[in-house]
Structures are given as C-alpha cells and as structure tokens.
T-cell receptor, first 115, second 114 residues
Framework: AQSVTQLDSHVSVSEGTPVLLRCNYS??????LFWYVQHPNKGLQLLLK??????LVKGINGFEAEFKKSETSFHLTKPSAHMSDAAEYFC?????????????FGRGTSLIVHP | EAQVTQNPRYLITVTGKKLTVTCSQN?????MSWYRQDPGLGLRQIYY???????DKGDVPEGYKVSRKEKRNFPLILESPSPNQTSLYFC?????????????FGDGTRLSIL
C-alpha cells in the first residue's frame, strides 16, 4: 500500500553549500510525509512533516521540503550546510488503513559535511 | 521534559535467555511502537499499540512479544533471543495513531545476542 525510496545512501557536501536529500514515495492514499534526523547514538528527531496543508514545509534548523504530488517526491533541502548537520536522515510515509497505522521508513541517507 | 525512556541502553546476552526491554513515555500518548534498525535497512516496525490493551503486529514481529497494560509503558519481550535479533531497537510514541502525528523516539537499545 505504501513505500518510500531514498535515492542516495550517502550525500557529501562542503560546509556552506546547499544540501539536497531526495525521497520518492508511493501510496494508495493521501499520505503524511515526514523527515527525521538521527545523530550518532541518539534516537530520531522530527525535522518536518507534511500533512496535506502547504506543499512547502519548513522545519527546524533551516531545513525545508517540498511535496510534489505529480512527481511523488518529498525532497529535503537546506541552503547552507553546517558541520552539525552531519547525521543520518530518514524519509517516512505513513497513513492509516482499516484502523492500522504502520509507518514506512526509507533506508536512510547519510549526510557528510566537509569543512 | 517530554521524553521516551528505554532501558537498558546496551545489553549483551546469550541465545535463549529471556530478556525484556522497557519503554516508558511521559506525554500521555495513545500510540506506541517498537522498531529495529539494521544497517542499510532503515527502521522496521516490530509491534505497535493504538492504546491500552490494543497491540498489533508490524512488519517484523517474529520472535518478539509486547504488552500494553498501562498507557505509559510498552515493554518489548524476547522470550528466546537468537543471534539474528542482534540489532538497535527504538521505542516511539505519538499522540494518536492517525498517521499524521509525528513520533517521539527513545535513544535506543543496542542488543547483542551471542
């Protein structure tokens, strides 16, 4: 009923340059979409979410994502990378069917930031 | 402070020795879930609970049990652990299980089954 594909397992950028982490999804229903960040030895922290309101979603730490239904994409961007952005990022699609709620996680994108 | 607390954070044990990983949330959330994280596979859901006494299987439930007797607690039980259950485990909660609520995650429990 749903799936999510993170198109890059690793993305490497220099500090101060733009970040683009790509996510495509499929869903039989109108989905909710999330981006989470995971720093080493920590749990996942919500960056932003899309739940059928504005298609351009702003999150914490300068991140934003645009929901494009025609392209079934929900790419995460940031204008200027900081060293502290180095982490693992997960795109998640979720919805409720028949009373069950099972979110589907992408396999993750590791963001590497070079000085 | 709003949080999801897992214990223990690290555990090394042997095959067949029953273990329980506890999870507690202080946000009065209805929905709780357990995930395992393996390299290159992202997070996969083991079990979830929509509310007290309501639990259901996720994508990878084999070898695990859960219970939800109180709203705040959702323990994960491995009755007879095996090496393929060596993994990083996360507990999470959200206000409700409607699909559009973000989840709050614990810091994880790293299990090694020898």
């Amino acid at each position: 009923a749903q799936s999510v594909t993170q198109l890059d397992s690793h993305v490497s950028v220099s500090e101060g340059t733009p970040v683009l982490l790509r996510c495509n999804y499929s869903s039989s229903y109108s989905p909710s979409l999330f981006w989470y960040v995971q720093h080493p030895n920590k749990g996942l922290q919500l960056l932003l979410k899309y739940t059928s309101a504005a298609t351009l979603v702003k999150g914490i730490n300068g991140f934003e994502a645009e929901f494009k239904k025609s392209e079934t994409s929900f790419h995460l961007t940031k204008p200027s990378a900081h060293m502290s952005d180095a982490a693992e990022y997960f795109c998640v699609v979720s919805g409720t069917w028949g009373g069950s709620y099972i979110p589907t996680f992408g396999r993750g994108t590791s963001l590497i930031v070079h000085p | 402070e709003a949080q999801v607390t897992q214990n223990p954070r690290y555990l090394i044990t042997v095959t067949g020795k029953k273990l329980t990983v506890t999870c507690s949330q202080n946000m009065n959330h209805e929905y709780m879930s357990w995930y395992r994280q393996d390299p290159g596979l992202g997070l996969r859901q083991i079990y979830y609970s929509m509310n007290v006494e309501v639990t259901d299987k996720g994508d990878v439930p084999e070898g695990y049990k859960v219970s939800r007797k109180e709203k705040r607690n959702f323990p994960l039980i491995l009755e007879s652990p095996s090496p393929n259950q060596t993994s990083l485990y996360f507990c999470a909660s959200s206000r409700e299980g409607s699909g559009n609520q973000p989840q709050h995650f614990g810091d994880g429990t790293r299990l090694s089954i020898l």
